[in-house]
């Protein structure tokens, strides 16, 4: 697939930075390249086999043929002036953040323009541990990984991302920022909100000391997403606020629409949404269980309500 | 534990029954009676050894010491007519529903009194299959089981419960039926509400055919259970308005208040929140934990936020 072996530096060696090296590694299709803004990660990384060399000052590395910058949305612009001297011989430049449009906007406003070079990205898995520790080598395998090409984007730097990404396992697709921002606040963004929003407000009932002592297993699922990281979903909720508040508020439409059903003893609403709601569950499972026997995103079926 | 073997009568032999049955068996406490209104399911009960007997028609049994009604909550009332030859000699009526206040209306209602042998039950426990085909003997081991004895009900009755929930691993606690109603509302049935309304909402989006396909894990956990069975959630939401809307409100308000932290960049509101509620969720985990390992409700330790 790829003609010679590309050099690649990750920075920032979190769970998804970490595992990127390491799959990559572990597929041969990379010479990897770490950097960490803590001094000690790339270290651990490299005991790790995480990467095959340590980059302690960025300033010192000469050349590069791809960067991905692991690094929290709101950080981007800060990553950016600490490699302006490898920009000139890169083959591509990309992330894995969540929010695409903050991404690109930070790139046009630090570098002046939207380089050729330039192709953002974002890949679709994630885990309950984080950081260097956690870095595992099947984190991609069967994952969707997004690209967002930009019109400027040279089909050079899509192919050769889409080949690294494709080398440790991970199923290619692409659509535009907007549509990406939007798609995401949907089915990540927004149940983050209500995850956390929900614990919270538990937490807070007066007789806090008592009510997570009863709750079960379906409030454990429930919950899981309300133990990520305050710091990036607060970055994510930040940076994507137009496409977050757009779908927010249409939930909190229907939800008046079911408190009221309930208000009301309208139980032919409520078993109407209920099921519809179970059938497009179902299905979401479906296209899971697809996914995880590895077919393609682009052969799974359909869904129509 | 307990003096003679009792025998008990479970009625409605789905995924709570048939494990209940299957599990008082495997004890060796209880010599088991199945009814079901679909006629098939208690032979198949009797070939998964789920129970000892057959009962194709309650009007042919004598007598028996507990009875367990293990149907949906609006189907209690029912449920209590065809049992009225057995109430003279029963030791114990109970239940297994999601919500207690109704049930125990339904009994006042049609018995025209609350006897001193009923004591409404909630086990805290359940799985994605339902069914007479999945009933699972450990469903109850180191799980919940809450009582809600009435002023009525007699230390004896409670105490023969007790016993029979024990037998099956079951942690037994009491509350008094108000404050299980609030309890639930908040830990299951708030949850089960933003679950189905939240799938629905995204569902019924113009583009439903493509936004499920991007999920991932994440979205998973937090929407598992929305394949729970419509009927029975329908029941618990019209049978249990009051605590559900009283919690269901608050829970608007906080999310109001977060979708006016977003709308105005209040970075640090985002971050408070997201925080507490991150260790509102990690506490949560220690104390489920702590209940696999085998530590008794009572044990856990309390949480201050």
């Keep these: 697939m790829l003609d010679s072996k590309p050099s690649v530096l990750i920075i920032g060696l979190g769970l998804i930075g970490a595992s990127l090296g390491k799959a990559l590694r572990h597929a041969g299709t990379a010479f990897v390249y770490g950097s960490d803004q803590q001094s000690n990660v790339p270290e651990v990384a490299l005991t790790f086999g995480v990467i095959d060399e340590v980059v302690e000052n960025l300033a010192n590395l000469k050349e590069v043929d791809v960067i991905v910058m692991a690094v929290p949305v709101k950080a981007i612009a800060s990553v950016l002036t600490n490699i302006n001297h490898l920009l000139p011989t890169v083959k591509v430049l990309t992330d894995v953040g969540s929010v695409k449009g903050a991404v690109v906007k930070q790139v046009e406003e630090v570098l002046g323009e939207l380089p050729a070079y330039f192709v953002p990205g974002h890949p679709i898995a994630g885990a309950e541990k984080s950081g260097v520790g956690a870095a595992n080598v099947e984190l991609f395998d069967k994952h969707l990984h997004i690209l967002t090409p930009l019109p400027q984007s040279s089909p050079a730097a899509v192919d050769l991302l889409t080949q690294l990404w494709s080398s440790v396992g991970a199923d290619v697709v692409t659509m535009d920022v907007e549509r990406h921002d939007e798609v995401l606040a949907a089915t990540s963004h927004l149940p983050h909100l209500l995850a956390f929003s929900l614990v919270d407000t538990l937490a807070r009932e007066s007789d806090n000391r008592e009510i997570f002592r009863y709750a079960a297993g379906g409030f ?69 269980e697809q996914r995880e026997k590895g077919v393609s995103f682009s052969a799974i079926t359909d869904y129509t309500p």
Excluded at 228 to 254: C, E, G, Y
Excluded at 259 to 283: N, P
């Design 220 to 288: 454990r699922d429930f919950t899981r997403i309300a133990a990520s990281d305050p710091t990036m979903w607060h970055d994510v909720f930040l940076t994507n606020q137009d496409a977050t508040l757009k779908i927010l508020r249409k939930f909190q439409s229907d939800l008046a629409m079911l408190e009221h059903a309930i208000e009301t003893s309208d139980g032919e609403l409520l078993k109407t949404v209920f099921h519809r709601s179970k059938s497009a569950r179902d299905y979401f499972t479906q296209v899971l």
